[in-house]
């Protein structure tokens, strides 16, 4: 509850300077917010869907998830989503959006002020899109992705990737499974972009970042969020990632 109220005193304060609202779903705490792209002046931006059908306008660039959600499959979530609903985004029918990923692996074990390192050990994540997947690490770097999808009727599109976390190369990470390793428990981010293909003209999204919670506080995770969020974007992390702290906290 006093983080609730923490959250819903900066948000006041910042109404007041951005005189507008974030829109806040009736049961947060249900919803998971895929990246919804929209193609607006020009210009690719991103926003967030739940499959639930909540919406937050874009801009948003920091999207916080869960490993350990499932009991049974912790290190393997079906997260983020790419995802736009009928009419919505302006997306343009066929054509192709791919992602890039921008940076290495990121980590940090949760202590004292936020600052992100190399992962513990080998730790990687391989990032999955269709039968196309990417290795990240702590020295991986920026690594040319794949295709999401061709936009569908309407501007709708919705894939998932799946992000698996693993505690070294060839390790095992289900519970349960010979040679199951557990990886540490920390924060794990990433950056990606978004990329659109139509008209002959590439059009890319501002960097995004993937923030994923394993065995921390959610307050750790919020603080995560938050580091990457360049001022005078704070307001619209506020909108989003309120959301996930409800959801989180429910």
Known sequence: MKSILSLFCVITLATLFFGTFPVF???PEHDHFDIAPYFQDGKLLTGGLSHD???IDPPIIV???EFGEDQYDP???SDPGVNQSAGVGNLPFGDPIRYNILTSLLYWDGTGDVNF???AGQTEIVLRMGSKEKILTGSSGSQTGSLIAAVGAGGTIHEHFTTSLFAGPGMENVPGEPGFVEPAQGIYAFSLELTLDSGGTLYTSDPLWIIFNHGMDEEIHD????HFVPEPAT???LGFSGLTLL???G
């Open 247 to 249: 959801r989180r906290k």
């Open 63 to 65: 999207y916080g998830y």
């Open 75 to 77: 290190f393997n979530p």
């Open 117 to 119: 390192r190399l992962p």
């Open 53 to 55: 059908g909540d919406r």
């Open 235 to 237: 307001f619209t992390f």
């Open 223 to 226: 603080a995560a969020m938050e």
């Open 25 to 27: 779903a009736e049961e």
